[in-house]
């Protein structure tokens, strides 16, 4: 007995470790796990790492913090920023970064003599000298949350608008304050009108080949011109901190803002920009540009475009003009190209998986649009489009089109002939269509067919893209009588799909699903992705039941 | 035995077992299911949690009736497993990130192509069946539950409330139903109002679940759970969602369950029928070293024996033929003493007598 205490002991020693080490570990990682609230002025000063290897962690700093403590002060921003040309210098207490030590000590004497100064008043202020760690932590107390921020449409309609941006020079609009670009002869930054591109075509994420990163270039230019406007007493709401522009809060605000501003514009719309852009045009491959082949080269006919109608839809010209303001084939040349990434044309104009090309961004629309996916996602995109699928936008011309006029008039025209979205007259859609597949254990569906297509129709009515791929009578009906030719009498659903439930047809045969559950896939997928009553899980609101005891319910 | 020899000798019989062990294991190729045999694939983004093939589980298997009706859809508000009373049970998977709704997924026998409960299976219970499922035979089972444990996805169950004749419960793909022509597809797939469930060959799902991906490709994971899983599975999922999120184990990887203890078990007949022999072998060498050792040292130590003994029984002659050279001269010397005294006598008598006369 006595040998055997020890070991108990000891067993006993080991198990309440265990027990410490699982729970602590447990307790630990759930600290790291529960989110903290973010901030959006978190920044992250790390300089000494573009010169040596650093010795301390990056110092995580909280800008709003600091402008509002400063502000209690009646303190500015020239507090720590310089100003130059009446434009501050967004390094701290420095023009430019010179050596590594004259930073190091900027920073260190700068921070912490405010610090000691701020404390010796009297005042709440943040770490000293010795507390190397509260500045130099190596994880952030908080997460960052910066949201990034940019023009959409209506931002940028508010900027041209604005009486208090000045213009680079006379006779010039609002344009000229903030596109530019680089004269290579002059060596400066110069406006030129009509050439008006994004900033992000430049300014990319890193700086490259002259440009500033587009975050250098967004605060030399945009904060710069809101402080200036700020001192000089303009008296609008413009964002001067980091959470203003990149705090979740602030960008809903300005949403909701900017939603009211277009609601009170005339006829509810931003006025269109002013670029020297067509009003349409033809998306046609020029032959002229084909290396070697002059006239001779064969391509699809043309697509008239309506430029102006894609410019409402979207928020801003670099939705499609993703890398330049340029035509698409400049860059998408036939055989593909560098330029192009080897992207080329016809890719360019129908890949379904990008946002830039036309395919691309019309599926997405059908997806997205509740009025749409109720079809579209049921619609197989394994399949090779048809030749009347390709005729919808690529028109047959006569006659030479080469000069842009000649482009935007013929575009224009053809145009002007599309049709609006039609069916068949009403007397011969079928007021309601009743199935009975399951009336043994059911009352039969009476399916209100008519109400069904008049619905569809009335989604259409505001969708130009809508209202030009459903012009044929048939075509929205094949929305559900699918895979068969359009028809004002479709077959029977029936006729394809089999009675037996289940069965997985052989190699050779297709795999088509079984009656009942291709009514239940079209009906309840359909309901589930247009939202629509009854909800695709109510069973009972199609299927009445019949007596108390159906079939399968014990 | 010395401890070094005893050691050389271990190590020879661990080389041995573990070559047979690496030859064993070379020896198992790739099973990839019999031909032609049949499975069914789930299609999780078209179920919807009706329950309908619980319902016809329980009535083509005739098993008890639920405590709740099969049309009480709240009992999916918990995480349910397969029981002695339910082959298959629908969960539901709510709050997925990216996803609007609830996802269900239904749970049952997974019908492996290499089943693990088979592999544990000492009695051999359990069968793959060429046509693909999984089957239980209760005539031969031990209830050692081994199966229970073996399963990576938890489904077998044991019927604890039949005290003297229990089995092991779990789905069987409707074989025997099937098989007598009594069903043409399993009881849930037939009951599956939108045809979630597909069943047929095995390699016919998998060419439909590619056709989905290829048709719907923002719908589907580009993935066909238990194509590989555990070495493969008769029974197949797709989803739009992350297999773990509907309660799929993604961390079993694709090797068979059989395959982790093959190596092993192939040793098994490597030692019971190597060893003795060999072992018997060292032991006879080394008692005939023994012997021979033995022997030798008996005729030595006779050898040495006889040896001493012939030395000593020259000494002892030795001793002997002096001591009655000794006793020779003594006796001469006595004799010669005893005349010369006895002639000394003569002399003094008659010297007397001549005196005396």
Redesign the interface.
């Known amino acids: 007995m006595k040998k055997t205490r020890p070991m108990l002991r000891w067993a006993g020693f080991m198990v309440v470790c265990a027990i410490i080490a699982f729970y602590g570990v447990q307790a630990w990682g759930e600290k790291g796990l529960t989110a903290t609230p973010g901030r959006p002025d978190q920044i992250t000063i790390n300089t000494l790492a573009d010169f040596d290897r650093l010795e301390m962690p990056p110092v995580t700093y909280f800008h709003d913090k600091h402008t509002d403590a400063l502000a209690k002060e009646n303190k500015g921003c020239d507090t720590c920023h310089y100003v130059e040309d009446n434009a501050f210098s967004f390094a701290y207490l420095r023009r430019r970064d010179t050596r590594p030590e004259e930073i190091k000590n900027i920073y260190h004497s700068s921070c912490i003599g405010c610090h000691n100064d701020m404390i010796a008043a009297g005042k709440q202020s943040g770490p000293q000298d010795g507390f190397c760690r509260s500045c130099h932590n190596a994880e952030p107390p908080v997460n960052l949350a910066r949201l990034d921020a940019g023009m959409d449409k209506v931002l940028h309609f508010r900027h041209l608008d604005s009486k208090n941006i000045a213009p680079a020079g006379k006779d010039m609009n609002n344009c000229s304050a903030c596109h530019h670009q680089f004269d290579e002869a002059g060596q400066r930054l110069v406006y030129v009108k009509g050439q008006e591109n994004s900033c992000r075509y430049c300014h990319l994420d890193q700086a490259q080949d002259g440009a500033i990163s587009l975050q250098q270039a967004s605060h030399q230019q945009c904060l710069n011109c809101h402080l200036t406007l700020a001192r000089k007493g303009v008296d609008k709401p413009m964002p001067l901190s980091c959470r203003e522009c990149h705090g979740a809060a602030a960008q809903m605000e300005l949403a909701k803002k900017n939603k009211g501003i277009v609601a009170g514009l005339k006829g509810q719309e931003i006025p269109r920009l002013q670029r020297g852009q067509p009003d349409a045009t033809l998306v046609m491959y020029n032959p002229q540009k084909a290396p070697g082949k002059s006239d001779k080269l064969v391509t699809m006919p043309p697509v008239p475009f309506n430029h102006a109608a894609h410019e409402k839809y979207n928020d801003s010209c670099r939705v499609c003009h993703h890398a330049a303001m340029d035509s698409c084939s400049s860059c998408h040349t036939l055989g593909g190209a560098t330029e192009g990434g080897f992207v080329t044309f016809e890719q360019a104009m129908h890949r379904r998986t990008s946002q830039q090309s036309c395919i691309g961004c019309h599926a997405a629309t059908q997806?997205a649009r509740a009025d749409c996916a109720g079809c579209h996602?049921s619609i197989?995109?394994?399949?090779t489009p048809d030749l009347a699928s390709c005729q919808q936008c690529h028109t047959p011309i006569t006659g030479v089109v080469s000069s842009p006029q000649q482009k935007a008039a013929m575009a224009a025209s053809l145009l002007e002939n599309r049709r609006a979205a039609g069916t068949f007259p009403m007397n011969d859609i079928p007021d309601k269509v009743v199935i009975k597949g399951l009336s043994d254990q059911y009352k039969p569906v009476e399916m209100k067919h008519r109400k069904h297509v008049l619905d569809l129709m009335k989604g259409m009515e505001n969708s130009h893209l809508a209202a030009h791929f459903h012009a044929d009578p048939g075509t929205m009906c094949q929305g559900c009588h699918h895979n068969s030719p359009a028809s004002k009498t479709p077959p029977a659903c029936v006729s394809c799909h089999p009675k037996?439930?289940?069965?997985?047809?052989?190699?050779m045969e297709p795999?088509r699903?079984?009656l009942?559950?291709a009514y239940?896939?079209q009906c309840?997928s359909c309901h589930?992705d247009m939202g629509v009553k009854p909800a695709?899980?109510s069973?009972n609101e199609c299927h009445q039941p019949k007596q108390q005891k159906a079939a399968?319910?014990? | 035995m010395l401890r070094r020899t005893f050691l050389g000798l271990l190590g020879a019989a661990s080389v041995g077992a573990v070559m047979g062990k690496t030859v064993q294991a070379a020896g198992l190729k790739h099973f990839q299911g019999h031909t032609g045999s049949n499975g069914v694939?789930f299609d999780a983004t078209?179920c919807?949690?009706?329950r309908?093939c619980e319902?016809?589980c329980?009535?083509v298997n005739g098993l008890p009736?639920p405590a709740q009706?099969?049309?009480d859809l709240s009992v999916l508000d918990l995480k349910r497993r397969t029981n002695a009373a339910a082959y298959t049970v629908v969960n539901r998977y709510d709050n997925l990130p990216g996803v609007a709704?609830p996802i269900f997924r239904k749970n049952q026998c997974q019908h492996c192509l290499e089943p693990a409960c088979a592999s544990a299976c000492f009695v051999a219970a359990f069968a793959k069946t060429p046509q693909g499922a999984v089957t239980y035979d209760p005539s031969v089972c031990v209830g050692c539950r081994y199966c229970m444990i073996a399963c990576p996805f938890e489904i077998p169950a044991y019927e604890y409330n039949e005290p003297l004749t229990p089995r092991v419960m779990k789905c069987t793909m409707c074989y025997p139903q099937i098989m007598s022509g009594r069903l043409?597809?399993p009881g849930c797939?037939?009951?599956?109002?939108?045809?979630a469930?597909?069943?047929?060959?095995r390699?016919?799902?998998i060419?439909?679940a590619r056709?989905r991906f290829?048709?719907?490709?923002?719908?589907y994971l580009n993935h066909i759970y238990g194509e590989r899983e555990m070495g493969g599975t008769n029974w197949l999922y797709i989803s739009g969602v992350p297999f773990r999120h509907i309660g799929l184990r993604e961390d079993l990887g694709v090797t068979p369950a059989p395959e982790f203890t093959s190596g092993a078990l192939a040793a098994v007949p490597i030692i019971a029928v190597v060893w003795p022999v060999l072992l018997t072998g060292i032991y006879a060498v080394q008692n005939r070293k023994e012997k021979i050792a033995a022997e030798e040292k008996k005729q030595a130590v006779a050898e040495a024996l006889a040896k001493a003994q012939a030395a000593a029984k020259a000494e002892l002659d030795k001793a002997l033929t002096k001591a009655e050279t000794d006793k020779k001269s003594a006796i001469e010397r006595e004799v010669k003493k005893a005349l010369e005294e006895a002639a000394k006598a003569q002399t003094e008598a008659e010297g007397k007598t001549e005196e005396g006369e």
């Open positions: 997806q996602n197989s995109q394994a399949q037996t439930q289940g069965v997985a047809a052989g190699a795999s699903p079984g009942q559950a239940h896939g309840m589930r695709a899980t069973c399968l319910v014990r | 694939l078209r919807i949690g009706c309908s319902a016809a329980n009535q009736a009706p099969f049309n709704g043409t597809v797939v037939g009951a599956c109002p939108t045809e469930l597909v069943y047929g060959q390699t016919d799902l060419r439909i056709e290829a048709a719907f490709p923002n719908r």
